[in-house]
């Protein structure tokens, strides 16, 4: 079975650019959740959809990033203007369904905003 | 709101010797999740081990069990026999109540000697 699929790996661009980042959940998985990992530190959730619709946004700067999750499989987050302080490792995950169950993890996108 | 502390930034172990990483963990729910993570450098996040709140009995995977005490609020992982390819970043990681997301630590860096 295929695991969650992300891409790009990684990504270097001048702050005030646009970036998108995409992500393949594991087929089946209902639950997806975009999280982003500053260096040192753990994840921290971006956003996470049920099917389609995001449930929890509450911690997305919804001024420059935008996520969403067509027909409830993949799914693209976008930063747009980017700043330096975005510079992260963006991660994507899904899950079975929502509550307690394990979540899988895909490689992740490194975004250097220069 | 619900934190999770791993008070070692990080820790040391001679190969085949046995190590213990500590997580501690606050919340006011009485059914939730706790995981332990491995992060391998430049690598994705893969799940360690699953700890279910109203399951007494600790849980194990091979070489890797937990001593979880919930009255303690206490969830330490214990690698025995180490091995080299069990160098990585380790988090603990909680969810519970109405939230779906992971909340995780700041993580224990482990490294493994020959």
């Known amino acids: 079975e295929a695991g969650v699929v992300q891409s790009p790996r990684y990504k270097i661009i001048e702050k005030k650019q646009p970036v998108a980042f995409w992500c393949n959940p594991i087929?089946?998985?209902?639950?997806l959740y975009w999280y982003r990992q500053n260096l040192g530190q753990g994840p921290e959730l971006l956003i996470r959809y049920e099917n389609e619709e995001a449930v929890d946004d509450s911690q997305l700067p919804k001024d420059r990033f935008s996520a969403e999750r067509l027909k409830g499989v993949d799914s693209t987050l976008k930063i747009q203007p980017a700043e330096l302080g975005d510079s992260a490792v963006y991660l994507c995950?899904?899950?079975?369904?929502?509550?307690?169950?394990?979540?899988?993890f895909g490689p992740g996108t490194r975004l250097l905003v220069l | 709101a619900q934190t999770v502390t791993q008070s070692q930034p990080e820790m040391s172990v001679q190969e085949a010797e046995t190590v213990t990483l500590s997580c501690t963990y606050d919340?006011?729910?009485?059914?939730?999740?706790l995981f332990w993570y491995k992060q391998p450098p430049s690598r994705q996040m893969i799940l360690v081990i699953r700890?279910?709140?109203?399951?007494?009995q600790n849980a194990t995977e091979n070489r890797f069990s937990v001593n979880f005490q919930k009255a303690a609020k206490s969830f330490s992982l214990k690698i025995s026999d180490s091995q080299l390819g069990d160098a990585a970043m380790y988090f603990c990681?909680?969810?519970?109540?109405?939230?779906?997301?992971?909340?995780f630590g700041k993580g224990t860096k482990l490294s493994v000697k020959p």
């Open positions: 990681a909680y969810v519970g109540g109405s939230q779906g997301n992971l909340i």
């Open positions: 087929s089946g998985h209902n639950t």
């Open positions: 919340t006011s729910e009485s059914d939730y999740y």
């Open positions: 700890q279910e709140a109203y399951k007494q």
């Open positions: 995950a899904s899950s079975l369904t929502n509550w307690g169950e394990t979540q899988y």
